[in-house]
């Protein structure tokens, strides 16, 4: 299973930028997916997660901002971000599980995820 990130980069305060994650080696569609951030010198943090059913939760910090989502015909989840901001700079992991219920899927249970990318660095200039 490889799940691979895309479009990361440096990007202005107030900016967007949209990621991918194009997931392979699956039998079949993990049943959530989601994004997690880990900034220099901090810990890692849930920032956005997808069930199968569409069932979206958001970590307070980017609710409004940012929006998960996903294309289960193309393997590939999505993260657009708006109104960027310098505290959102941090590497970007897409995830992928199939936890026990819809419950377990949210940026706050990094262990439902079983798969894990290599990251895409974003930076936020101010």
């Known amino acids: 299973v490889q799940l691979v990130e895309s479009g990361g980069g440096p990007v202005q305060a107030g900016g967007s930028l949209r990621l991918g994650c194009t997931a392979s080696g699956y039998t079949n569609n993990p049943s959530c997916m989601g994004w997690f951030r880990q900034a220099p010198g901090k810990e890692r943090e849930g920032v956005a997660t997808?069930?199968?059913?569409?069932?979206?939760n958001y970590a307070d910090s980017v609710n409004g901002r940012f929006t998960i989502s996903r294309d289960n015909a193309k393997n590939t989840l999505y993260l657009q971000m708006n109104s960027l901001k310098p505290e959102d700079t941090a590497m970007y992991y897409c995830?992928?599980?199939?936890?026990?219920?819809?419950?377990?899927?949210?940026?706050?249970?990094?262990?439902?995820?079983?798969?894990w990318g290599k990251g895409t660095l974003v930076t936020i200039s101010s």
């Open positions: 997808i069930y199968s059913l569409g069932m979206t």
């Open positions: 995830a992928a599980g199939s936890p026990f219920n819809y419950l377990r899927c949210n940026p706050g249970r990094s262990s439902s995820m079983e798969y």
